[in-house]
């Protein structure tokens, strides 16, 4: 099926450094969204974007929808120990029968050292 | 805490078996989506109910099935159980049809099957 390509699989920052991470497809999105999982916990939205080219923040997190609208990518500043998770990018396609579907990326898995 | 609550929690099943896994939406939200996510990797769509019929589905086998009830809760039933079914179960209810960005999450059902 549809994949999103997210990279890097894994990152190793020290307390305080900031952050980036990105989403590829081949194909065109129309919504853009990022989420963070937690251990034993289900997705949590973090930010939805919506227009190509839109740039949103939420607290330290920035995140931009691709001129192109098919890729985004997430900035985190000033990394804090409770950034620690796997953060995912997910889109709903273009085209009148995704149904609200989300596909998401492989996940991104954050590791800061105090 | 988003509201939306799965049961059970864990569950271990042997490869040939059949298994129900129960969602409670959040109040006020009549659409819900079932995604599996394998270990290592984003959710993947498996189907959407809306008003107790699917509206949409994924690349699954038609052993994976649903139900909505009139309380918008649903269930994911799996028959045949294989050893590739273990995974994490998310489901997700959201406000209205194609309002996915605005879903949540609950905690998932860990199925594993020996």
């Known amino acids: 099926g549809q994949q999103l390509n997210q990279s890097p699989q894994s990152m190793f920052i020290q307390e305080g450094e900031d952050v980036s991470m990105n989403c590829t497809s081949s194909?065109?999105?129309?919504?853009w969204l990022w989420y963070k999982q937690d251990p034993g916990e289900g997705p949590v939205l973090l930010i939805a974007l919506y227009k190509a080219g839109e740039l949103t923040s939420n607290g330290r997190l920035t995140a931009q929808f691709g001129i192109t609208r098919k890729d985004s990518f997430l900035n985190i500043s000033a990394s804090i120990p409770s950034d620690v998770g796997i953060y995912f990018c997910?889109?709903?396609?273009?085209?009148?029968?995704?149904?609200?579907?989300?596909?998401f990326g492989q996940g991104t898995i954050l590791t800061v050292h105090p | 805490e988003t509201g939306v609550t799965q049961s059970p929690t864990h569950l271990i099943k042997t490869r040939g078996q059949q298994v129900t896994l129960r969602c409670s939406s959040q109040s006020g939200h009549n659409t819900v989506s079932w995604y599996q996510q394998a270990l290592g990797q984003g959710p993947q769509f498996i189907f959407q109910?809306?008003?107790?019929?699917?509206?949409g589905r994924g690349n699954f086998p038609p052993r994976f099935s649903g139900l909505q009830f009139p309380n918008y809760s649903s269930e994911l039933n799996v028959n045949a159980l294989e050893l590739d079914d273990s995974a994490l179960y998310l489901c997700?209810?959201?406000?209205?049809?194609?309002?996915?960005?605005?879903?949540?999450f609950g905690q998932g059902t860990r199925l594993t099957v020996v």
């Open positions: 997700a209810s959201s406000a209205a049809l194609g309002r996915s960005t605005e879903a949540f």
């Open positions: 109910y809306y008003r107790e019929e699917e509206n």
């Open positions: 997910a889109g709903i396609l273009a085209g009148g029968t995704s149904y609200g579907k989300l596909t």
């Open positions: 194909s065109i999105f129309n919504t």
